[in-house]
């Protein structure tokens, strides 16, 4: 039994005549009825009732069309996720993001545009660092990931900016620093200073020191860790905070944020991925989640 043998037998039910049906199907009448006739042959048993005024469905004949239109739009279901497969649609994909973008709508509007684009696709979104992603990456357990400061040397990874992020001083709201707008890089010398730590994101905490050493200040940094643990030992009063802008957004009512002059340049937030991946749905998720941001720049 064939599938154009089937598609001859759906459209000549449905139309009741094999000169009709041959018309929809643009072949000869001739060449329809003798694979009908192969069909019934092989299955050992009539399908139409032929008479000079057109075709009608036998008992099995009605019993095979159930079959046959199920068969053939399950075909159709199946080509056409193929399709959107090959376009991106379908499949699945790891994201990695760093916890300081929690909530950030760089990564909330990124993932929500996405999935509208294409709701078929499973989502699994990894919270990490900068470091263990880039060995996720490269030990292929996740397919992208949203991070601070891209590994600049290594080739193997491909990238797009998605935003720029200062450095702030956090602190607590009734802190003499926190009635100033703008501070300056000496107000933070003789301060107990809680950063972000070397082996967490190295960048951000380079930068950091390299403000310091640009202002001939050696910086009290009494304990690094996590953006996240920063911000709660900040809370307990045990210092002043340095951390992302991007971290605005986890931010509680106790605490408020600072620019430092010193601290201008900013780190940018990297989407990064392997160069070498070809997967369909990873590259729709870079033309979509950057299409927006790309037009903002023309």
Not at 204 to 228: D, E, K, M, N
Not at 268 to 296: G, P
Request: net charge positive; proline share 5%.
């Amino acid at each position: 039994m064939e599938l154009r043998q089937l598609r001859y037998f759906v459209a000549t039910a449905e139309a009741q005549h094999f000169r009709r049906a041959a018309a929809s199907l643009r072949i000869a009448q001739p060449a329809l009825s003798r694979q009908i006739k192969a069909l019934e042959t092989e299955i050992g048993v009539a399908l139409f009732e032929r008479s000079p005024q057109g075709a009608k469905l036998t008992e099995a004949g009605r019993s095979l069309l159930i079959d046959a239109t199920r068969i053939m739009n399950d075909i159709a279901e199946a080509a056409e996720r193929t399709r959107r497969t090959a376009r991106g649609q379908r499949g699945r994909l790891r994201i990695a993001f760093s916890d300081v973008l929690s909530g950030h709508p760089l990564l909330t509007r990124s993932i929500s545009r996405f999935r509208r684009a294409a709701p078929d696709v499973e989502i699994t979104l990894l919270p990490m660092v900068t470091t263990p992603q880039i060995e996720a990456l490269r030990a292929l357990q996740v397919d992208a990931g949203f991070l601070f400061h891209r590994p600049l040397d290594a080739r193997e990874f491909a990238w797009r900016e998605m935003s720029r992020e200062a450095a702030l001083v956090v602190v607590p709201r009734n802190h003499p620093l926190a009635r100033r707008r703008t501070l300056r890089i000496e107000d933070l010398g003789d301060q107990p200073l809680l950063c972000v730590g070397e082996h967490i994101n190295p960048g951000f905490y380079r930068s950091v020191l390299a403000a310091f050493t640009a202002a001939s200040i050696t910086p009290r940094i009494v304990q690094q860790a996590g953006s996240l643990v920063v911000l709660s030992l900040v809370e307990t009063g045990m210092g002043v905070g340095i951390v992302s802008s991007a971290l605005r957004w986890r931010i509680t009512p106790q605490l408020v944020m600072r620019p430092v002059e010193e601290f201008l340049p900013s780190t940018s937030v990297d989407l990064v991925w392997r160069r070498s991946d070809r997967s369909a749905v990873l590259h729709s998720f870079i033309a979509t989640v950057t299409a927006r941001k790309e037009n903002k720049a023309r």
